[in-house]
């Protein structure tokens, strides 16, 4: 079985040309990987825009922000020697990585949870402090108790983390700095605790041995994190060969935990699958997918500023219907309608002593 998304015949439900940039310098390239909760009846979402400047021949820009939260545009010739620009995302410049572009968080809103809208008096989320100067990326949001616990990747100088901030009223906004330090990305909080611990996946990276594998970890407080494992390895020769990462907060079925989670092959095409965990001890995958439920396949899914991507990290559960909000082309912000019961049958169960192979090592 493979690819039993059913997309919304709107899609796509957000482009570049439908938000406007954050400050007149910038343009928005992208609008990606939204985070998606349900908030005074409307369906929300937490779109990560990247922005950049406009280039000109001889010379490239990028934004960073400074220590004063404001954003400034750095320009370079091409011509200098400490330049290295030969990718279209990332430059190297006196030794140190830079983005080409910068993210933060826009909120919009729907009540029909099709067409979306930016509300009044609802600012962005914007990167605070040396950790967050390259911009905030793919925000997952949690629901426990009557808090949001937003988790999202923090860029810098410095590397990719893990950055935590909570809410209850999405006006007042308390940051929890860095939970999982450099490098690690992916991390969603499950929406209750286990036996009075919280638990999150995450993905931390090595570029020396092992790979981009998805862990869990536990919490006593939401905020420290410890007993880390790694629970879904890349298989080799699969559509999920070079990297794997948790999309939203796991859902809690009869069945066990339910997680959506998206995989990449060496030539990074990117697509979805599904894995089951243990619901009193989650560190037990008790089941996953072998084929991907859902692939790149419509237009707006192949071509885009990265094409061949659909790539999730938020969505809204009603009964059997899981409406999954995701990434298309790195551009392109869509939907789909999912059927909860038929990816649980599309698992296939793990044997206590099946080995997982993984790919040749991939650092992207």
Not at 170 to 177: I, L, P, V
Request: net charge negative.
């Amino acid at each position: 079985m493979s690819d039993i998304a059913r997309r919304f015949p709107e899609n796509p439900l957000l482009m570049p040309k439908d938000l406007k940039s954050s400050t007149s310098e910038l343009q928005i390239i992208s609008l990606l990987n939204p985070g998606v909760f349900v908030f005074e009846q409307k369906t929300w979402l937490l779109v990560r825009v990247a922005e950049c400047i406009a280039q000109k021949e001889g010379v490239i820009f990028f934004p960073v922000i400074n220590a004063t939260g404001k954003v400034e545009i750095i320009e370079i010739p091409l011509n200098d020697p400490d330049l290295v620009a030969t990718d279209a995302r990332i430059v190297k410049y006196k030794g140190l990585d830079y983005l080409t572009t910068i993210s933060h968080l826009r909120l919009v809103c729907s009540d029909d949870g099709i067409h979306f809208y930016e509300p009044e008096n609802s600012p962005p989320l914007m990167g605070s402090g040396i950790l967050e100067q390259f911009g905030i990326e793919d925000c997952r949001v949690s629901k426990i108790a009557d808090t949001y616990y937003l988790t999202y990747t923090a860029v810098s100088e410095n590397g990719v983390g893990v950055g935590l901030r909570t809410t209850q009223d999405w006006k007042n906004f308390d940051s929890k700095g860095m939970i999982f330090p450099p490098h690690n990305k992916d991390c969603a909080i499950f929406e209750e605790t286990i036996n009075g611990k919280y638990y999150a996946l995450h993905r931390p990276s090595s570029p020396q041995i092992g790979g981009n594998y998805i862990w869990l970890a536990e919490s006593p407080d939401g905020i420290h994190w410890g007993n880390h494992k790694c629970i879904i390895k890349s298989r080799f020769g699969l559509w999920d060969s070079a990297r794997v990462g948790a999309g939203a907060a796991p859902i809690k079925t009869d069945q066990g935990w339910l997680e959506i989670y998206h995989g990449a092959n060496a030539e990074h095409q990117y697509g979805l699958g599904a894995f089951l965990m243990d619901l009193d001890d989650p560190s037990i995958v008790i089941a996953r997918t072998l084929d991907p439920i859902m692939m790149p396949k419509e237009n707006y899914e192949l071509n885009g500023f990265f094409g061949y991507v659909v790539f999730t990290n938020g969505h809204v559960v009603e009964g059997d219907r899981l409406t999954l909000y995701y990434g298309a082309a790195d551009e392109f912000v869509c939907g789909a309608h999912f059927s909860i019961q038929e990816i649980l049958s599309a698992l296939q169960p793990l044997k206590d002593d099946e080995e997982i192979l993984t790919s040749p090592r991939q650092n992207q």
